[in-house]
């Protein structure tokens, strides 16, 4: 299913998860064209693991948690246009906010 979309979507799509978990994302771009990426894991188990596919080549994202702490999350592959990343382990419905630049 995520190969039919990347397909349909021409590899256009901001971000998508790659990893089998059910999660919520929420993509926006700044004035300087940078992603900033909302993930909500929507389950009530730990979620870890998640691999996060982002449209660009940026080699590092910043990822703030809900207790105000940040990591910087440097890209474990490429993906065609996609930088993928792996997020930390974040809680029963854990949002993480991730920026890039």
Request: proline share 8%; glycine share 6%; with cysteine.
């Amino acid at each position: 299913m995520r190969a039919l979309c990347r397909w349909l979507a021409r590899d256009r799509l901001p971000a998508y998860v790659s990893s089998f978990h059910k999660a919520a994302l929420w993509c926006r771009r700044d004035a300087g064209a940078r992603p900033a990426i909302l993930v909500l894991p929507a389950t009530i188990d730990r979620t870890e693991g998640l691999r996060l596919h982002v449209l660009g080549d940026d080699p590092a994202l910043t990822c703030t948690m809900l207790d105000a702490s940040s990591r910087t999350l440097n890209s474990v592959d490429r993906d065609g246009t996609y930088s993928v990343f792996e997020l930390p382990p974040l809680g029963p419905w854990q949002p993480a906010l991730c920026t890039a630049g």
